[in-house]
């Protein structure tokens, strides 16, 4: 349970600052999102996967559009 909080925490922290990657807005952003089963992300696991990809842009030093990263996780846009 603390690994999921350090999470989740490190995933607002790494919105607030927002250097390498533009974050989304996760109350609307949630919602536009399907996992691999069709269903929509829990909060916890949007907020994990957004910090392992700022995570990855920031040590990659890349820039390039989130959305991409987000598929590497596993979540689709709805169409």
């Not at 600052?17 to 999102?33: H, I, K, M, Y």
Request: glycine share 8%; with cysteine; charged share 25%.
């Amino acid at each position: 349970m603390r690994g999921v909080a350090f999470v989740v925490l490190f995933g607002i922290v790494a919105c607030a600052t927002g250097d390498a990657v533009t974050p989304a807005n996760a109350s609307s952003e949630l919602r536009e999102w399907r996992t691999a089963d069709g269903k929509p992300p829990s909060k916890t696991e949007f907020a994990a996967v957004m910090a392992a990809c700022e995570d990855r842009a920031k040590t990659a030093n890349k820039s390039d559009p989130i959305e991409g990263c987000l598929a590497d996780y596993g979540l689709h846009r709805v169409q």
